[in-house]
Antibody, heavy 118, light 108 residues
Framework: QVQLVQSGPEVKKPGASVKVACKTSGYTFTSHGFSWVRQAPGQGLEWMGW????????VSPQKFQGRVTLTSETSTATAYLELRSLRSDDTATYYCARDNGQWLVDPWGQGTLVTVTS | SYELTQPPSVSVSPGQTARITCSGDALPKEFSYWYQQKPGQAPILVMYKDSERPSGIPERFSGSSSGTTATLTITGVQAEDEADYYC???????????FGGGTKLTVL
């Protein structure tokens, strides 16, 4: 069955960077892109960007441009999100999900809690 | 614009019908998608392309869209339907995603 397993929780200081991994299995990695979505505590879902599973092309909203890097590694079927210059309001659970170009396909990753605190 | 607006909360009694709306100027030309999220869990898709129900989603879930408003309807609400519901649509291109702010469905 399809699985997306994310890396474990992180605690970072303001100004640092974090890299979250999303290891996939159970399907052909290049058949889907990936979206990253975050959710601050008690808040809604926020889309952070998309990466093609085929050629690594990325798009992201202007809000995150310059701070977010999305990458993928076909050999290990893993997608990565790197967020730099962390601030306290980046504290959130970060989710990866397969993206078929229109909607986010079940199942999502289990989420990775990133806490930014001094 | 590419914003989606949802009511913060909807409350219904078991067996009643819950309607959750999602408003956005792009909805006349873009599909809507709906996700259900229960506490401590990742979201799951409950409706796609306005009114298509994924396999495994109960028939009591239905969707529609008219003009600038998409609606997720749950007919005969059950206690297990209590969750947060998020609509999603496309932004400047279909690759861009936009989420509504979410609606907390409370089953009284």
């Amino acid at each position: 069955q399809v699985q997306l397993v994310q890396s474990g929780p992180e605690v970072k200081k303001p100004g640092a960077s974090v890299k979250v991994a999303c290891k996939t299995s159970g399907y052909t990695f290049t058949s889907h892109g990936f979206s990253w979505v975050r959710q601050a505590p008690g808040q809604g879902l926020e889309w952070m960007g998309w990466i093609s599973g085929y050629n690594g092309h990325t798009v992201s909203p202007q809000k995150f441009q310059g701070r977010v890097t999305l990458t993928s590694e076909t050999s290990t079927a893993t997608a990565y999100l790197e967020l730099r210059s962390l601030r306290s309001d980046d504290t959130a659970t970060y989710y990866c999900a397969r993206d078929n170009g229109q909607w986010l396909v079940d199942p999502w990753g289990q989420g990775t809690l990133v806490t930014v605190t001094s | 614009s590419y914003e989606l607006t949802q009511p913060p909360s909807v409350s219904v009694s078991p067996g009643q019908t819950a309607r959750i709306t999602c408003s956005g100027d792009a909805l006349p030309k873009e599909f809507s998608y709906w996700y259900q999220q229960k506490p401590g869990q990742a979201p799951i898709l409950v409706m796609y392309k306005d009114s298509e129900r994924p396999s495994g989603i109960p028939e009591r879930f239905s969707g529609s869209s008219s003009g600038t408003t998409a609606t997720l309807t749950i007919t005969g609400v059950q206690a297990e339907d209590e969750a947060d519901y998020y609509c999603q649509s496309a932004g400047t291109t279909t690759t861009y995603k936009v989420f509504g702010g979410g609606t907390k469905l409370t089953v009284l």
